[in-house]
């Protein structure tokens, strides 16, 4: 018997696109799958660009779990702890985990404020962390405030299942796309037109994909703003340990310990260990939050993305050897300045200028508008399909970002060795100087389908660990 | 105050709202049923000595006959004095209607007893008084040969690039090179890792289900474990305000994991005693039509074979007329088989793949799977979707970004899941030392006078103390499940907590237990039924 599949038979979720893998942007990473760079095996093919991961300093951790076997329970040496973290699935966490992450939390920030291990809640990745923590402040139908760019994927993450809109706060190239308060104040009073409940703000801190920090002006006029319409304000920090040069990083704890006037339910961070430690692997996810009811309400809900026990363990271990901990921050963040210092270098010998403010995060904010044949988003997508096709990079064009001007481009910078980072660079060089010679591309890539500028979507950080690939592709893996 | 009861959020059935300012005003249940939506999968907290986590939660009630909090009123506990308790001066600030109803809910006994346990937890040497965890379907008997496993295989801490250090145990048949796997990797879109554990995952399944079936890996989805894995194929078959039909009496985590953040319904198709309470089509049948009346549009059935918390097995008519039944209705089957391999009893267990044969319609029967309890490892969040609807597999791998499988933990468990020969002995030996704590729990309680159903799986037995209850319903219920826990201090779990439809029926789970641990159990249960039966 042949049974023809009801589509119909499945939830309206299953038949929306609210996963974003319909937009073009899945182009990039189809042809970057498809034709991985390898420099053996395959020197032509495309670089990935496009995943902000953090593989500079994993050696540090790979040579502390060698010499550590007692922190990961599945060893000879660690067997004995097994029994007890092999049963342990409560969701308040193991206490000595909690400690840890609060204890790292507080030295990423220099020690300049505490966290409470009881505020630590855990969650699948910062991905399930962002998810729980809309579930908690929002309904169906109300929405967040968010400044552009932003992270493609929270267009998934807080809208997906929770059905909460989100509504984007415009900035700027001429003052370094700041947040402002007068665009805040726009955008709150367009959601009011439109009927929308606004119930919260979320900044990412130090920002994907501009890599800068927020200033203690700018945060403070964010806190005020926050109090003054009653709305939360959840702060993604998830790169706070990549800033790798002055001004230090400011965060949001710090802000609201010395401001007495702020409403503290209002204020929650969102944390991982993904890109600090650059160790997505590992899933873990953080809020820590302010607010008693939502640390209640997230950790119950935390069970739907619990870290497993023994990588709460081995994170527990790990972060309490200080010594590893502090040496691991100070050498990061030296790698960090060094292969930002040696891309932006690369690319201002091809003319090319990223955005000047930025000193955090694994990437850079190319300017490539002088690229454009218009000021134009159709424009922009032409030659980021170029620059997928005939330079070779796969790299995130800034509309993917709601980025209100074209041209705008973010390149990873950190999830590849010194010698594909080489080959980057060259390819970019060539490239430009070709195109300063020639009026048009050899080819001309038509523009397919509409572009819509809210809901645009990247693949970029989609395969996340461990289902994403890691810098090369399993094709390349499989070829080794 | 800005709590939003009528926003389209709510998970109440329209007409129903919750006042705000009725901590009890939650319709669906009485003040004293115990809430189950705070449950947790296995009703872990704290369970073991070690970790007396809990007793800090914020914002949880001590006591549980006080009122639930209302938002306005959340206390502050003195603990929290310093720079992290400040209240503004605005006030309080609203939060989501799930996450007030969730605040606003009262303790349910359940989670009182979990608390009460982990504050005072029995220790044969260091606690003799105190309270045995009979609450909690864990599997403590065979951590012996997993740790003589790991020493005797395990060389070093296994976590390296994806790909790397796989080659213990037989895994050698699975390296990158091979273009069967290369090709697998590229299409499902997943790393060698993740490929060689859904490798792994079908052939402990299939080991497991007695290898009647073998099943195939691209149709497996891994999640953090199996209560999101519940979760995520609600939000594939199902939309805000639909409903699954469930058997009672069932696991309590259920509640959580399917409403808590879908908005689905749950509808219970009770089971009666005199069935052995097994699911009859009728009773099915019955429930569907109740609600097609109420206007609520049923997605699909979700039953537990083995049962829990009952620990029966479905037999091969029952699941094909359930089979028949959602065919007719065109609608899903959920099964969760997470008990499986603990099969103790010589029935012959039927799971869906042996049963799903070609006059059925594949694509509407989804399975959920996990380590949890044929492992014995909760800790490590292992849980398997085996679905044969494509779509679904396709939807639910994306959902799984919100919860996916922690990377160390992946390796060890490649490796002795394809280790085929231990784990052959370790299904084997489970199960006998399950049956025999099974038969001496069991007996001891026939000795009280209290019977048990006859169970042929699972960590519990589902046993009648209704002759002991002062007055037959579920305040007398819950009288005697606080007896035992406060007089006789032994941790169980109430019926009513499981929506079972007949008062006096408590589950008793006795694999934290050594079977020297059982006389004691028994010795304070034999203390509170001579008291209740003398009051009768």
Known sequence: MVFKLNNHLLSRIASSNGHGEDSPYFEGWKAYDSNPHHPMENPNGIIQMGLAENQLSFDLIQDWLKNNPKASICTPEGVNEFREIAIFQDYHGLPEFRNAVAKFMAKVRGNKVTFDPDRVVMNGGATGAHETIAFCLADPGEAFLVPTPYYPGFDRDLRWRTGVKLIPVDSESSNNFKVTREALENAYEMAKLNNIKVKGLLITNPSNPLGTMLDRETLRSIVRFINEKNIHLVCDEIYAATVFSQPEFISIAEIVQEDIECNLNLVHIVYSLSKDMGFPGLRVGII????????????????????????QYMIASMLSDDEFVGKFIRESKTRMAAR????????????????????????????????????????????????????????????????????????????????????????????????????????????????????????????????????????????? | ???????????????????????????????????????????????????????????????????????????????????????????????????????????????????????????????????????????????????????????????????????INGIAAYQPSDGLMELKVVKLRVSVTLLFMMIALAGFMSQVMRKVVSLDPSQIVLTAGATPAIEILCFCLADHGNAFLIPTPYYPGFDRDVRLRTGVELIPVHCRSADNFLLSVTALEQAYNQARKRGVKVRGILISNPSNPVGNILPRETLHNILVFAQEKNIHIICDEIFAGSVYRGEEFVSMPEILVEEFDKNRVHIIYGLSKDLCLPGFRVGVIYSYNKNVLALAKRLTRFSSISAPSQRLLISMLSDTKFIEEFIKTNKQRIQKLHHSFVDGLKQLGIQCIESSAGFYCWANMSELISSYGEKGELDLWDKLLNIAKVNVTPGSACHCIEPGWFRCCFTTLALEDIPVVMKRIRKVAETCKSLS
């Open chain 2, 1 to 167: 105050m800005n709590i939003h009861p009528n926003s389209k959020g709510s998970i109440f059935r329209r007409g129903n709202q919750p006042n705000p300012h009725d901590p009890t005003s939650n319709t669906r249940r009485t003040t004293h049923q115990p809430d189950s939506t705070k449950i947790h999968r296995n009703e872990t907290h704290s369970a073991t000595t070690r970790h007396s986590s809990s007793s800090n939660t914020p914002s949880n009630p001590p006591s549980p006959s006080s009122s639930s909090p209302n938002l306005a009123e959340l206390s502050r506990t003195s603990s929290r004095l310093s720079l992290f308790s400040r209240v503004g001066s605005s006030g309080p600030v609203s939060v989501s209607s799930r996450a007030s109803l969730i605040v606003r809910e009262n303790d349910s006994p359940y989670y009182i007893g979990l608390e009460k346990v982990s504050k005072d937890p029995y220790d044969k040497e260091r606690n003799p008084d105190g309270i045995i965890q009979l609450g909690l379907s864990e599997n403590r008997l065979c951590f012996d040969l997993i740790e003589k496993w790991m020493v005797e295989n395990v060389r070093e801490a296994m976590v390296g690039r994806d790909g790397e250090h796989l080659s």
């Open chain 1, 340 to 480: 930002h210092r040696v891309f932006t270098d690369g690319l201002a010998q091809a003319s090319i200028k990223c955005l000047e403010t930025s000193n955090a995060g694994l990437f850079l904010w190319m300017d490539l508008r002088g690229l454009l044949k218009e000021k134009t988003f159709e424009a922009e997508m032409a030659l980021w399909r170029v620059i997928i096709h005939e330079v070779k990079l796969n790299v995130s064009p800034g509309c993917s970002f709601h980025c209100t001007e074209p041209g705008w481009f973010r390149v990873c910078i950190a999830n590849m060795d010194d010698q594909t980072m080489e080959v980057a660079l060259s390819r970019i060089r060539t490239f430009v100087n070709k195109d300063v010679d020639t009026k048009k591309p050899k080819r001309t890539l038509r523009w397919q389908g509409s572009l819509k500028l809210s809901s645009p979507r990247i693949y970029d950080d989609f395969i996340n660990s461990p289902h994403s690939p890691l810098p090369q592709s399993p094709l390349v893996l499989a070829r080794n």
């Open chain 1, 288 to 311: 820590y939050s302010y607010n008693d009811a939502v640390v209640s309400c997230a950790r119950k809900m935390s069970s739907f993305g619990l870290v497993s026990s023994q990588t």
